[in-house]
Protein backbone atom coordinates (compact mmCIF):
# COMPACT_ATOMS: atom_id res chain seq x y z
CA UNK A 1 0.00 0.00 0.00
CA UNK A 2 1.17 3.56 -1.26
CA UNK A 3 0.54 6.53 0.66
CA UNK A 4 1.94 8.60 -1.77
CA UNK A 5 -0.13 7.38 -4.32
CA UNK A 6 -2.76 7.38 -1.98
CA UNK A 7 -2.12 11.05 -1.53
CA UNK A 8 -1.74 12.05 -4.85
CA UNK A 9 -5.43 10.10 -6.07
CA UNK A 10 -6.69 12.18 -3.37
CA UNK A 11 -4.79 15.61 -4.85
CA UNK A 12 -5.20 15.61 -8.16
CA UNK A 13 -8.27 17.68 -9.73
CA UNK A 14 -8.97 16.23 -13.48
CA UNK A 15 -11.23 13.43 -11.61
CA UNK A 16 -14.89 15.25 -10.13
CA UNK A 17 -17.33 12.25 -10.61
CA UNK A 18 -17.32 10.69 -7.14
CA UNK A 19 -17.24 7.06 -8.29
CA UNK A 20 -14.56 7.56 -10.69
CA UNK A 21 -12.18 9.02 -7.79
CA UNK A 22 -13.28 6.01 -5.21
CA UNK A 23 -11.97 3.63 -7.62
CA UNK A 24 -8.46 5.80 -8.51
CA UNK A 25 -8.11 5.90 -4.77
CA UNK A 26 -8.41 2.12 -4.12
CA UNK A 27 -6.13 1.33 -7.08
CA UNK A 28 -3.71 3.88 -6.02
CA UNK A 29 -3.50 1.47 -2.19
CA UNK A 30 -2.62 -1.00 -4.48
CA UNK A 31 0.30 0.75 -6.41
CA UNK A 32 4.02 0.85 -5.40
CA UNK A 33 5.23 4.84 -3.71
CA UNK A 34 6.29 5.66 -7.01
CA UNK A 35 2.06 4.82 -8.41
CA UNK A 36 3.70 1.61 -10.86
CA UNK A 37 2.18 -1.97 -9.92
CA UNK A 38 -0.91 -1.81 -9.20
CA UNK A 39 -2.70 -5.26 -10.33
CA UNK A 40 -6.06 -5.97 -8.61
CA UNK A 41 -8.57 -7.50 -10.58
CA UNK A 42 -11.75 -5.58 -11.04
CA UNK A 43 -13.64 -7.91 -8.68
CA UNK A 44 -11.13 -6.92 -6.18
CA UNK A 45 -11.57 -3.60 -6.83
CA UNK A 46 -15.36 -3.68 -6.86
CA UNK A 47 -15.19 -6.08 -2.97
CA UNK A 48 -12.98 -3.03 -1.91
CA UNK A 49 -15.15 -0.51 -3.29
CA UNK A 50 -18.58 -1.54 -2.65
CA UNK A 51 -19.21 -1.17 -6.48
CA UNK A 52 -20.38 -3.53 -9.07
CA UNK A 53 -17.88 -5.20 -10.60
CA UNK A 54 -19.46 -3.47 -13.96
CA UNK A 55 -19.31 -0.37 -13.14
CA UNK A 56 -15.31 -0.77 -11.72
CA UNK A 57 -14.46 -1.52 -15.34
CA UNK A 58 -15.70 1.36 -16.48
CA UNK A 59 -14.32 3.67 -14.32
CA UNK A 60 -10.94 1.81 -15.03
CA UNK A 61 -11.62 2.50 -18.72
CA UNK A 62 -12.75 6.05 -18.02
CA UNK A 63 -9.63 7.06 -15.99
CA UNK A 64 -7.73 5.64 -18.88
CA UNK A 65 -9.25 7.76 -21.35
CA UNK A 66 -8.23 10.34 -19.28
CA UNK A 67 -4.97 9.85 -19.23
CA UNK A 68 -5.30 9.66 -14.81
CA UNK A 69 -3.82 5.78 -15.26
CA UNK A 70 -2.10 3.60 -18.17
CA UNK A 71 -2.15 0.03 -18.33
CA UNK A 72 1.43 -1.88 -17.90
CA UNK A 73 1.47 -4.24 -20.36
CA UNK A 74 5.38 -5.31 -19.93
CA UNK A 75 4.25 -6.01 -15.93
CA UNK A 76 0.91 -7.87 -17.51
CA UNK A 77 3.59 -10.12 -19.50
CA UNK A 78 5.81 -10.61 -16.18
CA UNK A 79 3.09 -11.71 -14.25
CA UNK A 80 1.26 -13.81 -16.83
CA UNK A 81 4.60 -15.77 -16.94
CA UNK A 82 4.98 -16.30 -13.53
CA UNK A 83 1.84 -17.97 -13.55
CA UNK A 84 -1.14 -15.15 -13.35
CA UNK A 85 -3.48 -15.51 -15.69
CA UNK A 86 -5.00 -12.38 -17.64
CA UNK A 87 -3.31 -9.83 -15.30
CA UNK A 88 -3.86 -6.43 -16.22
CA UNK A 89 -1.17 -3.86 -14.15
CA UNK A 90 -2.04 -0.62 -13.89
CA UNK A 91 0.59 2.96 -13.20
CA UNK A 92 -0.90 5.67 -11.95
CA UNK A 93 0.19 8.90 -14.34
CA UNK A 94 1.68 10.90 -10.96
CA UNK A 95 3.60 13.10 -13.30
CA UNK A 96 0.61 14.37 -14.52
CA UNK A 97 0.54 18.44 -14.29
CA UNK A 98 -3.32 18.85 -12.75
CA UNK A 99 -2.02 17.14 -9.57
CA UNK A 100 -0.79 19.56 -6.77
CA UNK A 101 1.86 19.32 -5.01
CA UNK A 102 0.96 17.17 -1.93
CA UNK A 103 3.05 17.35 1.07
CA UNK A 104 3.96 14.48 3.05
CA UNK A 105 5.72 14.05 6.23
CA UNK A 106 7.03 10.78 7.29
CA UNK A 107 6.36 9.55 10.90
CA UNK A 108 9.11 11.73 12.69
CA UNK A 109 10.65 13.76 9.97
CA UNK A 110 10.77 17.59 9.30
CA UNK A 111 10.96 17.26 5.15
CA UNK A 112 8.04 17.63 3.26
CA UNK A 113 7.85 15.46 -0.19
CA UNK A 114 6.48 17.17 -3.87
CA UNK A 115 4.84 14.09 -5.50
CA UNK A 116 4.20 16.34 -8.65
CA UNK A 117 8.07 17.50 -9.07
Same mark, same amino acid.
Given at each position: ????????????????????????????????????????????????????????????????? =???????? =????????????????????????????????????????????
Amino acid at each position: MSAQAQAWALAQQIVTEPTARHVLLVLAGYAGQDGRGAHPTAARLAQDTGLHERTVRAKLVALEA =ENIIRRDR =ELAAYLERRGVPKAICYDLMLDNDTAPPVPLVAVGATQTMDLAA
